[in-house]
């Protein structure tokens, strides 16, 4: 069979331990028999950071702006144990938060729902696509302690003198005080970014907040979205609905999902672990980064599984869940097929996405889904195992 070929390539970005391993076996054994995959290829594995001072990370974001759509492999984050167990020369930054710099963009946690796996929440028949803001309120604060009685204020001093200052409390005994800031323009990237997403995925969008107590900070949160809605997206199809934040929770519980919530900072950092174990396994949710301007790069929401790697290191075969993994590439397969133009490459990340799901929903599994599906599993399967299980699975399905 010819392999289906690629107009322009995906920005393909290697990463650490387990979830490395698995990596090239995805590739080996999913994609590189149907796909005659172009690639640009960004090794972000922890030593190559630290040899090139960290300058991959910048080179791999700023391809990823070029080409549009991005494949990530998970990355160890440094830190002073990992500098000790690599010979690392420095600390660098999360990849993942320099990429999100660079691109100014928005990360969506969607989980990967199969039938024998049932979400805690009986409701729930789809997916809910949880969008986090990624910039500024308690994540850029500045705080205080008050050691005794006195008066604290928020000053404002604009570059040209002016001045706005408003009292916060006479506070009468020793307590705490903090401050928190957003910029419009991020606010409106963020609805931008929430915006598209719905589109693309012809899901509604919930925002949420809380702007009866909340009037000017929330407020202008809901303002920017509804502004956003009116110019740019009331003809998209997108069904745009704010809500106070908690009336959404509670109506969202009861709901069947297939949605699209927007959070602000803190309430998607919540909300979006709260989603992920809801939904089952933290290695069936995928997490894609939006850009603004409509650049996405796809990932796994889970990390390297340091684990399971020293395990693999002393020789067992694991079985480790590659499925969020497969799905990082089917989205970027798909995006860039959606681009280009290629029914083809589109059709076949599709095979790719149902084979797995078919795979697991006939008893074929990882153990961390062994352990809490419903229907009958023989024995959990190795990473191994799975991958040819749904190799298997896919040549038989007419590609
Ligand atoms: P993790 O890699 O997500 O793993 C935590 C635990 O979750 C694992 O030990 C495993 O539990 C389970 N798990 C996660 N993914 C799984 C999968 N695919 N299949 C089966 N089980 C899975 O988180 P971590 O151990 O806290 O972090 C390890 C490294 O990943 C750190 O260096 C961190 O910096 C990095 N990290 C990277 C990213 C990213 O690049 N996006 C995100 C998060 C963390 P059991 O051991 O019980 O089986
Ligand atoms: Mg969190």
């Given at each position: 069979m010819a392999k289906i070929a690629m107009k322009d390539p995906v920005v393909e970005i290697d990463g650490d331990e387990m979830t490395r391993v698995l990596w090239a076996l995805v590739k080996e054994k999913?994609?590189?028999?149907?796909?005659?995959?172009k690639s640009e290829y960004y090794d972000l594995s922890i030593l190559n950071r630290d040899k090139t001072d960290d300058k991959i990370t910048l080179e791999c974001a700023d391809a990823i702006l070029r080409f549009g759509v991005g494949v990530k492999c998970a990355t160890i984050t440094s830190n002073a144990a990992r500098k000790e167990e690599y010979?690392?020369?420095?600390?660098?930054?999360?990849?993942?938060?320099?990429?999100?710099?660079?691109?100014?963009?928005?990360?969506?946690?969607?989980?990967?729902?199969?039938?024998?796996?049932?979400?805690?929440?009986?409701?729930?028949?789809?997916?809910?696509?949880?969008?986090?803001?990624?910039?500024?309120?308690?994540?850029?604060n500045a705080e205080m302690l008050i050691p005794e009685a006195g008066k604290v204020e928020l000053v404002w001093t604009g570059?040209?003198?002016?001045?706005?200052?408003?009292?916060?409390?006479?506070?009468?005994?020793?307590?705490?005080?903090?401050?928190?800031?957003?910029?419009?323009?991020?606010?409106?990237?963020?609805?931008?970014?929430?915006?598209?997403?719905?589109?693309?995925?012809?899901?509604?969008?919930?925002?949420?907040?809380?702007?009866?107590?909340?009037?000017?900070?929330?407020?202008?949160?809901?303002?920017?979205?509804?502004?956003?809605?009116?110019?740019?997206?009331?003809?998209?199809?997108?069904?745009?609905?704010?809500?106070?934040?908690?009336?959404?929770?509670?109506?969202?519980?009861?709901?069947?999902?297939?949605?699209?919530?927007?959070?602000?900072?803190?309430?998607?950092?919540?909300?979006?672990?709260?989603?992920?174990?809801?939904?089952?396994?933290?290695?069936?949710?995928?997490?894609?980064?939006?850009?603004?301007s409509g650049v996405y790069e796809y990932e796994a929401a889970h990390g390297t599984v340091q684990k399971h790697y020293y395990r693999w290191q002393r020789g067992e075969k694991t079985s480790t869940n590659p499925v969020a993994l497969i799905f990082a590439w089917t989205g970027a397969l798909a995006k860039r097929a959606e681009i280009d133009h290629s029914p083809d490459l589109f059709d076949f990340a599709k095979k790719l996405e149902e084979?797995?799901?078919?795979?697991?929903?006939?008893?074929?599994?990882?153990?961390?889904?062994?352990?809490?599906?419903?229907?009958?599993?023989?024995?959990?399967?190795n990473s191994w195992e799975f991958i040819d299980e749904i190799a298997k699975n896919l040549d038989s399905v007419s590609l």
């Open positions: 999913l994609i590189f028999p149907f796909v005659d995959l010979g690392l020369n420095a600390l660098y930054p999360s990849p993942n938060a320099t990429i999100r710099s660079i691109l100014d963009g928005t990360v969506f946690r969607k989980p990967i729902t199969v039938s024998c796996v049932q979400p805690t929440i009986r409701t729930w028949k789809k997916p809910i696509i949880i969008a986090r803001h990624a910039y500024g309120d308690i994540y850029k570059s040209n003198g002016a001045e706005k200052r408003i009292l916060v409390a006479d506070m009468k005994k020793p307590g705490i005080v903090q401050g928190i800031h957003n910029l419009d323009e991020s606010i409106r990237n963020f609805a931008r970014c929430c915006f598209r997403l719905a589109r693309d995925e012809k899901l509604p969008l919930w925002f949420a907040a809380k702007d009866t107590i909340s009037k000017t900070y929330d407020g202008r949160f809901k303002e920017i979205f509804q502004a956003v809605y009116d110019t740019e997206y009331k003809d998209s199809g997108v069904l745009y609905t704010y809500s106070l934040i908690d009336d959404a929770l509670a109506r969202i519980v009861k709901s069947e999902g297939a949605l699209v919530w927007a959070c602000k900072n803190y309430d998607g950092d919540i909300l979006s672990d709260m989603i992920a174990s809801a939904s089952g396994s933290l290695a069936m949710m995928t997490s894609v980064l939006v850009s603004p084979t797995t799901l078919r795979t697991i929903e006939s008893g074929n599994m990882t153990a961390d889904l062994a352990a809490i599906a419903t229907c009958p599993v023989e024995r959990p399967l």
